[in-house]
């Protein structure tokens, strides 16, 4: 079962994820957690550039840099573990592409789709998203720490992006579920939860 979580800025990943992994080890569900950007040891030297706001990209550029890290990425970690039928979870995977370097750095879909089609990524069965208003989100994600190349944008790249996610989940329902993270941390990892068994029952 391959499973991916994609949001914004401060919708709420990191805490879902936290909260999964003890789910998952208190009742014995196997689940291999992995990010991206930069999940491989090569894809961390790939992350330091993507994120280094001192470094100008064109966005095209930027797309190849995840792309190089995302091949890494499956063929090292997702495509072996879905060969041994583990359970993965990854935090970020092809939709953020075409949400960020799509809508955000506004490179159309049939150029991203040339660039992407011939890597045969394997499709995530499913993908959770959690959708939160672009302010809310940004206002979170500041209060942490230090903003990074993507966190440094103006809020209409922002917006263009939770646009592009819910444009996403509303054209392939069957995969994407979606869920308001305006509501509580605990009511998330709930729907979450439910969502993930649900999906692992059926299979
Ligand atoms: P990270 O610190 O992992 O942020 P987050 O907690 O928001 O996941 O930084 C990853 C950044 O990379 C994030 O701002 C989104 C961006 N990104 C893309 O622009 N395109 C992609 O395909 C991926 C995987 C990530």
């Given at each position: ?12 990943k ?23 950007p ?32 995302r ?119 709930e ?13």
């Amino acid at each position: 079962m391959f499973i991916t979580l994609e949001g914004s800025e401060g919708a709420g990943k990191s805490t879902l994820i936290e909260s999964l992994k003890k789910y998952f080890l208190n009742n014995n569900i196997e689940f291999i957690f992995t990010k991206e950007p930069g999940a491989t040891e090569e894809g961390a030297e790939l992350r330091k550039l993507l994120l280094d706001k001192t470094i100008e990209l064109d966005p095209i550029s930027e797309t190849f840099l995840l792309l190089a890290d995302r091949i890494e990425h499956v063929k090292k970690i997702i495509n072996p573990a879905l060969e041994e039928n583990k359970n993965v979870l990854s935090d970020r995977y092809l939709d953020s592409t075409y949400a960020y370097q799509g809508a955000g750095r506004k490179i159309n879909k049939d150029e991203l789709d040339k660039f992407i089609k011939p890597l045969n990524f394997p499709e995530p069965d499913l993908t959770i998203y959690l959708d939160l208003p672009v302010e809310e989100g940004l206002m979170r994600a500041k209060g942490r720490d230090k903003l990074d190349r993507f966190e440094e944008e103006e809020i209409d790249f922002f917006e263009r992006i939770r646009d592009s996610y819910l444009k996403l989940a509303q054209e392939d329902k069957h995969r994407i579920f979606t869920i308001d993270s305006t509501i509580s941390e605990a009511e998330v990892f709930e729907l979450a939860k439910d969502c993930i068994e649900k999906k692992l029952n059926e299979s």
